[in-house]
Structure formats: C-alpha cells, structure tokens
C-alpha cells in the first residue's frame, strides 16, 4: 500500500513568489493534517480535513496561506505571497479515522526555502 | 511555556547501553501519548503509543503519569539503528471536533560504536 506522497521535495522560490504544494494521502484515509516545522522549532499543526472540508485550521499562520481539498482526495496548500518566515519544512499526514488514539501516517514533507 | 518539552540533548552512547527520555506536558486535557522517531531529514514516523498503565515493545517501555503529566521513553541494549531524533507527542481535542497533535522539538540520539 502506497504511503502518504508529497510534491514537490524541495522547492525554492524568491520572497513575494507563489508555491503550491501538493499531498496524496493514503486510498481510503478520510483525515488529512497539514504540519510546518520551520528551522529550530517544533512540527507545528496548521491544518485538519475531514474529506473535503476543513475541521479545524486554526493553526495557519495567515491569510497568506489557503489549503484545499477538492473532491476529498489529494490536498494542496498554496502560500501567496511567499514570505522569508515561511521557509520550513511541511509534512501532511492522513489517518483513517480522526478519533484521539488513531495513528496519523506522515508524508516525506516538503522542504520550503524562499530567499 | 511549551506545551511539550523534552530533554534537549543530544544524547551519545554507546552500543548496548540504556538511555532514557523524558517529556513534560502543559495542556491537562491532553488524551493521548505518543512517541515518534525521525531520522535525518526524513518524516516522523510512530514508534509507540503511551498508556497509563505503561507498555513495552521489545527494547522499548513507555510510560506515562498523568497526575505528574510526564512521558518517558526506555531504550534498552541500544542499536546504531536507534539513531534518530525522538519526539514526545500528544494529542488533544482541538474543541473545533479535531485532534490535533502537539510535538516537542525532539531529542536526538546518536548511538556509537
């Protein structure tokens, strides 16, 4: 069974640019996380899916950052403008259910560099 | 205050010794307890959930005291291949009809030859 995929792996872009990145999560997950870790601090949780809407975002930064999930499949999280603060890495992470104790299966993540 | 602190490392030992984490959480209304590994430059991946009542999975025991709010993490007969960072998680109700987890910055072991 295929993993939680993520695209690109790196991306580099110049301040005031737009980048969007892209999750596949696991066939038949429900639940879809966005996560950021930016250098030196901690995996921080941005965003939840259930299907294709929005449960709980309260962790997105600002209005600079817009997440979908059409059709309740794959995710893309699209930062517009770029700012330098962004650069970090972003992990999405999808489980099948949403309940406390399930597991949540992490993506390789997206490494994120705007100069 | 962080909502998860861990020790802050990094830890080196040598093969075949036991090492030992610990964790700190904040939030009280925390539900559930994990620790995940993550190699270099790689995702974070589930090593083991923490129940109050402790679990152990070969060379690894987890334990949890809620009063204390305190997870620790055991390695006995340590591998090179437990080399990782070690992150101390905990999942809670967001109050939004989610769960969300919340990780500490993660203490890195190196175990030497």
């Known amino acids: 069974e295929a993993g939680v995929t993520q695209f690109p792996s790196h991306s580099v872009i110049e301040k005031g640019q737009t980048v969007t990145l892209r999750c596949d999560p696991i066939?038949?997950?429900?639940?879809l996380y966005w996560y950021r870790r930016v250098m030196g601090k901690e995996i921080k949780f941005l965003l939840h899916?259930?299907?294709?809407?929005?449960?709980?975002e309260s962790g997105m930064p600002n209005n600079r950052f817009l997440a979908e999930r059409t059709g309740g499949t794959y995710s893309t999280l699209k930062v517009q403008p770029a700012e330098l603060e962004d650069s970090g890495v972003y992990f999405c992470?999808?489980?099948?259910?949403?309940?406390?104790?399930?597991?949540?299966?992490f993506g390789p993540g997206t490494r994120l560099t705007v100069l | 205050r962080k909502e998860v602190e861990q020790d802050p490392g990094p830890f080196n030992v040598p093969e075949g010794a036991t090492v030992a984490f610990n964790c700190t959480y904040s939030n009280s209304a925390s539900q559930s307890f994990f620790w995940y590994r993550q190699d270099c430059r790689k995702e974070p991946k589930l090593l083991m959930s923490v129940y109050s009542s402790g679990n152990e999975d070969g060379r690894f025991t987890a334990q949890l005291n809620r009063a204390s709010q305190y997870i620790s993490l055991l390695i006995r007969d340590s591998k090179l291949s437990d080399s990782a960072t070690y992150l101390c998680v905990v999942n809670k109700d967001s109050g939004a009809g989610s769960y969300q987890l919340t990780f500490g910055k993660g203490t890195k072991l190196s175990v030497i030859p």
């Open positions: 992470a999808s489980s099948q259910q949403g309940w406390v104790y399930n597991e949540q299966f």
């Open positions: 899916f259930v299907k294709e809407s929005k449960q709980d």
């Open positions: 066939s038949g997950h429900d639940n």
